[in-house]
């Protein structure tokens, strides 16, 4: 995550460019004032948008342009060209528009338009609920609470999380900000004005003990009770921690909230030497973090390539050599069998000496409330596409989550942030009475070091990998198939055709579904 802090490149839009520099289907960044504006030619017509993603700041240059939209290369946020409207996660705010004027073989940008109110098809006034309760502070709690207002939702939204801090951008906990790049300011989701501004009550610290469905309430610890009309339950996953002796010790830690990061963050001053314990994505980062703060890294994991589950093979090879070349010492196909002290015991019988140890095999969905309240529960909590649970007015998104796949025609649960943040978008506009279904293409991307890792799709097992490029060389795209069929892309250094692979995901789907 970095912001670009040069002075606007490329002609004065506001002077003009003549007409014939852009060609139908180009793109040109050039400048109003301050601000870097990407013009867009599509037929006649030609918009004039900001140059940048507002998630990450990602080059809408080098986007895919797909009717009316733009979509970033990045992380694949979406934006409508005509309103600026940030469409899908995880941008979540607009970028700005200007006005578009042709006059003698010119073109002009003039000045900059207002803000889009969000259009939204919603049930009829008077069956709207008066009441909506969101259960979690993670990606899908917040996407929803900030799209309910961005949709005109004028009724109550009360927020209970039990973290002790305001919805993050978690994905940087293991990334920039625990490798100390990032600013404080870069973490919130939004400041913490935001929620008294737009009316969203949220209530920090707030233990959730039972769900009322027949009731219609929410029974929290202190004793108090909350009445909704619609209720979602975005309460995510917990890590899984380790029963092996001495997992319990101060110096060992997991990673999921920002008080977890900020203690890793504090032992992490003064350590010298951490031995990570699973190669996940979240350790794996956690490991490339410890190193650009100069610690000895360990990885200790069962298996015979990190990520070989799916990555495959070959890209498990570069992660593991990668990590390698910044000076991570990899275990593997080995376990811990216990901490003593600043001691971690392998299986195998080695020692590592640790002043650190970061935790990370795994997440388990946190379904308690949903089985307690009688909700259908199946390795997550069940919804159809509608992401509605099997109580009618209560949704599910996220981490939690178990919906219909169109490739597989079963049900899938997927726990990659820009899918929560996607679902908590669709089951607020659903609580309102939308109707939309959840199609999205899972997408989610992984940082090692200055290496991207793009992944779109969902491949829980597949029967060959095309790979084109040079994996070695950081400029490959991965393709996982299975009865002829792709599933899955993983790219380095391959935007546009990352955004082209999912665009035909979606295609097909539709098809399937013989839309």
């Known amino acids: 995550m970095a912001e670009d802090q040069a002075k606007p490149a490329g002609p004065d839009l506001v002077q003009g460019i003549a007409l014939a520099e852009l060609p139908d289907g180009g793109k040109l960044v050039g400048r109003v004032g301050d601000e870097e504006v990407l013009l867009l030619r599509r037929g006649t017509e030609i918009f004039a948008v900001a140059a940048h993603c507002t998630h990450y700041h990602g080059p809408l240059a080098d986007g895919l342009v797909v009717g009316d939209t733009v979509r970033c290369p990045w992380h694949h946020a979406c934006f409508d060209l005509r309103t600026g409207e940030a469409l899908r996660a995880p941008a979540l705010s607009p970028i700005a528009c200007w006005l578009v004027e042709q006059e003698g073989g010119k073109i002009f940008v003039r000045e900059k338009r207002a803000e889009p109110k969000l259009k939204v098809r919603v049930a009829p006034p008077g069956t709207k609920p008066e009441k909506i309760v969101i259960i979690g502070g993670g990606a899908a709690g917040f996407a929803a609470a900030e799209r309910l207002r961005r949709a005109r939702y004028q009724g109550s939204i009360v927020m209970l999380s039990d973290d002790d801090a305001p919805p993050v951008d978690r994905p940087n906990l293991s990334k920039d900000y625990l490798a100390g790049t990032a600013p404080e300011d870069w973490v919130p989701l939004r400041p913490d004005s935001f929620y008294s501004e737009n009316y969203i009550d949220l209530r920090l610290k707030a233990h959730v003990m039972g769900i009322d469905p027949r009731g219609r309430e929410v029974a929290l610890a202190d004793g108090s009770r909350v009445a909704f009309d619609r209720l979602l339950l975005a309460t995510g996953a917990e890590p899984v921690r380790l029963s092996i002796p001495g997992a319990d010790q101060a110096h060992v830690h997991t990673l999921r909230s920002l008080a977890d990061c900020r203690a890793i963050i504090a032992r992490a001053t003064t350590a010298r030497r951490a031995v990570v314990l699973g190669a996940s994505f979240i350790g794996l980062e956690c490991a490339a973090a410890l190193r650009t703060r100069d610690i000895e890294v360990h990885v200790v994991a069962p298996e015979k390539r990190p990520m070989e589950r799916i990555l495959g093979p070959e890209m498990g090879d570069f992660i593991r050599a990668l990590h390698e070349e910044h000076g991570v010492i990899f275990h593997l196909e080995d376990t811990a069998s216990a901490i003593d002290g600043r001691k971690v015991k392998l299986k195998s019988g080695a ?117 084109e490029g040079d994996i070695q060389a950081k400029d490959c795209i991965l393709r996982f198939h299975r009865n002829g069929r792709t599933l899955a892309v993983a790219s380095i250094y391959r935007d546009l055709e990352s955004l082209e692979a999912e665009l035909a995901m979606e295609s097909a789907a539709v098809s399937d579904n013989g839309s």
Do not use: C
């Open 351 to 467: 020692e590592l000496e640790a002043d650190l140890v970061i935790v990370g095999v795994g997440v388990r969905p946190r379904t308690q409330l949903a089985e307690a309240a009688g909700l259908s529960v199946d390795r997550g909590v069940v919804v159809n596409a509608d992401l509605e649970t099997s109580v009618p007015g209560i949704f599910a998104a996220g981490d939690i989550a178990r919906w219909p796949d169109s490739d597989s025609g079963g049900h899938i649960r997927v726990e990659h942030w820009v899918v929560a943040e996607r679902q908590g978008q669709t089951a607020a506009l659903n609580m309102l009475g939308a109707g939309e279904k959840f199609s999205s293409v899972p997408f989610f991307w992984s940082q090692h070091y200055d290496i991207p890792i793009n992944y779109v799709g969902h491949a829980e097992a597949w029967d060959g990998i095309a790979i």
